[in-house]
């Protein structure tokens, strides 16, 4: 997969080197790029912000910089049959899960354009379309002070679900969201600990009761933390034993 972020803090994006993601980089599974907006600024100063037509607090991030980034991107996409996908972090986009993430995994090209300050000229989003699909995409319902911090965390997201980034599959299966539920708490040794016991049916190896427990639990808890998810979970998903819990 192919990302790019064009960001003018390019430092923010230095976490992309850590981790499972800074290893899928270097075993050539990710094609991250991230580009300075600046190097497109075109004056001394390398501007790329400017008062707000018809006035109001703060700077808006004028059109040519991104222009001409945007540009650049296109012209190292490789000529492909679908458009890339440009991505704009922002408050007043469609609310990110993991749904959108599992849809942005099967996509060959992300751009991910970061604004600052008030936004980014409106017709930079317009003109893209001709090049790009354009999708503002916000991380939930607060406010950051750009979009790299919303980047971060994207990038994380779909790029763990890229084939051969998390080694084991299998610990993608049984996680939040995968199903709907939050995931069922986990312990590991000692089993007895501040005077408090891992639950004994984890310890006894019935693999059946083991499940049964695990499945309650993420009911369970996902009720109470998170009753939203129980009202849109798809009735066909649960089991009788479900009903009972
Ligand atoms: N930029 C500022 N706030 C944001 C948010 N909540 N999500 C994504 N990008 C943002």
């Keep these: 997969m192919r990302i790019d972020v064009v960001t003018i803090f390019p430092e923010y994006l230095a976490a992309l080197d850590l981790s499972l993601i800074g290893k899928a980089r270097r075993d050539g599974l990710l094609d991250l790029r991230v580009r300075d907006l600046r190097e497109h600024a075109t004056d001394r100063?390398?501007?790329?912000?400017?008062?707000?037509?018809?006035?109001?607090?703060?700077?808006?991030?004028?059109?040519?910089?991104?222009?001409?980034?945007?540009?650049?991107?296109?012209?190292?996409?490789a000529p492909s049959g679908r458009r890339p996908l440009l991505i704009v972090p922002s408050p007043a986009g469609a609310v990110f899960d993991q749904a959108m993430a599992r849809e942005l995994a099967e996509r060959e090209h992300l751009v991910f354009a970061c604004g600052r300050y008030e936004g980014i000229d409106e017709r930079v989003l317009e003109w893209a379309a001709e090049d790009f699909e354009v999708r503002p995409v916000s991380l939930g319902d607060y406010v950051l002070n750009g979009g790299e911090v919303a980047?971060?965390?994207?990038?994380?997201?779909?790029?763990?679900?890229?084939?051969?980034?998390?080694?084991?599959?299998?610990?993608?299966?049984?996680?939040?969201?995968?199903?709907g539920l939050l995931e069922y708490p986990v312990y590991t040794k000692p089993a007895s600990w501040q005077g408090r016991e891992v639950p004994e049916v984890l310890l006894g190896g019935n693999h059946g009761k083991v499940a049964r427990f695990r499945r309650n639990e993420q009911l369970r808890r996902t009720a109470a933390r998170r009753p939203d998810l129980i009202l849109a979970l798809d009735p066909s998903t649960l089991n009788r034993h479900d009903r009972d819990t």
């Design 151 to 179: 980047v971060l965390a994207m990038v994380e997201a779909v790029g763990r679900l890229v084939p051969g980034v998390v080694g084991n599959p299998e610990s993608l299966v049984e996680e939040s969201h995968s199903d």
């Design 45 to 77: 100063h390398r501007t790329v912000d400017d008062t707000p037509y018809g006035g109001g607090a703060g700077m808006v991030m004028k059109p040519e910089p991104w222009g001409a980034a945007l540009s650049a991107v296109s012209a190292s996409a």
